[in-house]
């Protein structure tokens, strides 16, 4: 069959059959109503129901002869391999309208959400940013075409957290800019309006303004305390995590996850890999003689199989919420007016303790494994001084073992 050419193809006209381009079984133009112009046609016996089907392959000369034929070939492949080329290219359309539909901001932000978080530091951080979300803006927006959402959409939704909960509104906000930069990446808008919500808003108070401390237990009080929570000849796993967490004031999640591994007993040395460490650096911490009886008594009472020290009855790690019921059931008062003390305030009081004790500062803010936050003395700090912190932390267990603040003061004095 001869081959069709182009200036076979710009003389059809309305009347003319249709001409086989040659070189493709089953391709034709077929003629249009004004000269020179056609339409590809793709004529084929579907392998799925055996039946002719016509498949249009685009007009003519705006799909060029070579064009078209390079299109019939790769159809007459698919049909080679069992499919039918006319519902393969309907599933394809289908695909690609889906692909791009106009989301929802719910839909976006879910898909950003499934593309961001393994990402996160913890699975924690990943489930809080998106339940916030949740929470303050999909009840509101979450059922919107994000090409519909303007700034005052944004504002409107933040506006009951934003003087409330500032530092949640801040997040909340940062999130949805997220997604909606996202949104404008992937074409759907051109660009993000969060970005000028603050100026649809009220002036939020300063950082400064809105700090807010974990509660803590004035370092005085700690005698006493110890004495009400930790006096029992056999107390719960949970008050021995609480008391040990309290001895090397480290956070709740370091003692949590402590293993044994990380013991050295003969050294009196608990070493936390930087794996489950705040700045991501390992950092050892001297154990005071108290803290060491408590990890012997843990010891004869968990399955050496374990490599958890305080082990649930599942040998996972014990719920941050033990400690937090202790002090709740406890009613051990912070303090500030009306808050019940949390687990990680306990470092606040220690802190207190060494500055108005007269311990450096730099023994101090090691011991709870603070960042040097300036790079210039960062770098000039090469030893975690862990001799010199032992003496500290040992005094540090003296005032919680003590039955008066009277005879803390006596036993420094001593010592001085």
Not at 361 to 370: F, G, P, Q, T
């Amino acid at each position: 069959m001869a081959q069709l050419t182009d200036t076979k193809a710009r003389n059809i006209t309305p009347d003319t059959k249709p001409l086989a381009a040659g070189g493709v079984s089953g391709l034709y133009l077929f003629p249009s109503a004004t000269r020179g112009k056609g339409k590809w046609i793709f004529r084929f016996i579907s392998p799925a129901t055996g039946k002719r089907r016509d498949m249009g392959l685009g007009t003519y000369p705006e799909v060029g002869i070579a064009a078209a034929r390079k299109a019939g070939l790769e159809a007459r492949m698919v049909i080679q391999q069992g499919t039918d080329p006319l519902e393969a290219r309907r599933a394809e359309e289908a695909e690609r309208r889906a692909r791009w539909e106009m989301p929802t901001f719910e839909k976006a932000a879910r898909k950003v959400h499934a593309e961001i978080k393994d990402g996160f530091r913890n699975a924690k951080h990943a489930d809080q940013w998106l339940n916030t979300l949740e929470t303050y803006i999909f009840p509101v927006l979450g059922a919107r075409l994000v090409n519909e959402l303007k700034a005052s959409d944004f504002a409107e939704a933040l506006k009951p957290i934003w003087l409330s909960k500032p530092e949640t509104a801040s997040r909340v906000r940062q999130r949805c800019d997220t997604v909606m930069k996202w949104c404008a990446a992937q074409d759907f808008i051109v660009a993000s309006p969060v970005g000028v919500v603050g100026k649809l808003l009220a002036k939020q108070p300063g950082k400064r303004e809105r700090v807010t401390h974990h509660p803590a237990v004035p370092w005085r009080d700690l005698p006493s305390l110890a004495l009400r929570l930790f006096s029992n000849d056999r107390p719960s796993a949970g008050k021995l995590m609480l008391e040990l967490l309290i001895l090397t004031a480290t956070r709740s999640g370091e003692v949590r996850g402590m293993q044994w591994d990380e013991i050295d007993f003969k050294g009196a040395t608990w070493t936390i890999p930087a794996s489950r460490m705040k700045a991501k650096q390992f950092h050892r911490v001297p154990l005071p003689s108290r803290a060491i009886e408590i990890l012997k008594r843990q010891r004869k009472m968990v399955d050496e199989e374990c490599p958890l020290v305080f082990p649930s009855r599942r040998n996972t790690p014990l719920s941050d919420m033990t400690l937090t019921k202790l002090l709740r059931d406890a009613e051990v008062s912070s303090d500030t007016l009306g808050r019940v003390a949390t687990a990680h305030g306990f470092r606040s009081a220690f802190r207190d303790w060494a500055s108005e004790n007269g311990y450096p500062r730099d023994l101090a803010e090691r011991a709870l494994a603070h960042t040097i936050r300036n790079s210039t003395e960062a770098a000039y700090h090469r030893t975690d001084l862990l001799e010199q912190r032992r003496k500290m932390m040992e005094d540090w267990a003296r005032l919680l073992l003590s039955e008066s603040v009277t005879e803390y003061r006596e036993r420094r004095k001593l010592a001085i």
